[in-house]
């Protein structure tokens, strides 16, 4: 899949018959934007499709030769799992992209940094890789807000000052890039997304 110029839970989105402006931007990023980053998005997507009004979904590579196509297999991935591959391309990570984002994710440390990078003071406490993000969300942090945005605001917050103190083991929060890998790499590359897009939105409330 492509990384999105913005693709949306909410109103651009093509999956979705909604005007509203969605109110927390959630941006993933890899390297191409060809695999790992579009993927995220799109399992997001599906996955909290409940507040699809609410939420900003888009992607980026920080090496992405803009308008690539979204890799087949990561195409497939998420047809496979009942979403809609959307976007037109790849696109590269801009400051601006960081600016504009209330949550990065990374598909791995080095993209995390990337952003912060381009952006750190924005970037600073909004910025994870995506198996970090994950295993540092927890639910109570949000359990008394109702509105979806307010509430991954909530959830990012916790999580920032959570991770200081976090004895987890931070190398297993890197998706390895498949590209070029075998089927079993291709594999575990979207098990391992998948598993942290359903904890993100479990702590959304949308077990």
């Known amino acids: 899949m492509t ?3 913005g693709v949306m839970l909410g109103s651009d989105s093509p999956c979705s018959g909604t005007s509203r402006v969605p109110e927390f931007r959630v941006l993933t990023v890899c390297t191409a934007n060809l695999y790992r980053s579009p993927l995220a998005e799109c399992l997001l997507r599906t996955r909290l499709a409940a507040v699809r009004e609410a939420i900003q979904l888009s992607s980026a590579g920080t ?3 803009p308008g690539t196509p979204m890799e087949t297999a990561a195409a497939s991935a998420v047809v496979a799992r009942g979403g809609e591959p959307s976007g037109t391309g790849a696109r590269r990570l801009t400051a601006g992209l960081v600016e504009s984002a209330d949550l990065v994710l990374g598909a791995g440390v080095e993209h995390r940094e990337a952003a912060v990078r381009l952006a750190p003071v924005r970037a600073l406490s909004r910025a994870f890789s995506l198996r970090e993000f994950a295993r ?7 359990a008394d807000v109702v509105d979806p945005a307010a509430r991954f605001t909530a959830l990012v917050a916790g999580a920032a ?3 200081g103190a976090a ?8 998706v390895a890039d498949p590209l070029g890998g075998s089927e079993a790499v291709v594999r575990e590359c979207v098990r391992r997304i998948e598993e942290s897009v359903e904890r ?8």
């Open 167 to 174: 004895t987890a083991d931070a190398a297993d929060d890197d």
């Open 200 to 207: 993100i939105a479990v702590a959304m409330g949308l077990g």
């Open 3 to 5: 990384e999105h110029a």
């Open 136 to 142: 540092l969300v927890r639910a109570e942090d949000g």
């Open 63 to 65: 090496r992405a030769v």
């Open 161 to 163: 000052a959570r991770r």
